[in-house]
């Protein structure tokens, strides 16, 4: 019985141990979503991934990034939405400041 159950075990441990891989790498990817009204072009701050330029309403993934820093451009227009989290950027319009 002992001979029979071992090896059960070991093969269940290394399905669950590789399911949490698959996860890890999604856990990796990198999502930008154009919500504003302007082409926007994201300039990153490494040589990991490269930039690129979305259309108002286009979405990017970038697949396996672990650096995050960027910016974007027109940084005077547009901005990070406070909706966005850790790996789901969305981009916005700035508000115009009110007159005084």
Avoid at 26 to 35: M, P
Avoid at 79 to 88: C, F, G, H, L, V
């Amino acid at each position: 019985m002992k001979k029979t159950i071992i090896p059960l075990v070991l093969g269940l441990g290394l399905i669950l141990a590789s399911g949490c891989e698959v996860g890890e790498e999604d856990d990796r990817d990198l999502e930008f979503v154009n919500a504003s009204h302007q082409r926007v072009e994201v300039i990153p701050f490494t040589i990991e991934w490269t930039g690129f330029t979305l259309m108002p309403g286009e979405k990017k993934v970038i697949r396996d990034v672990t650096t995050l820093d960027f910016r974007l451009r027109p940084d005077a227009t547009v901005q990070e939405s406070t909706a966005s989290t850790d790996r789901k950027v969305i981009i916005v319009d700035k508000l115009k400041a009110a007159s005084r």
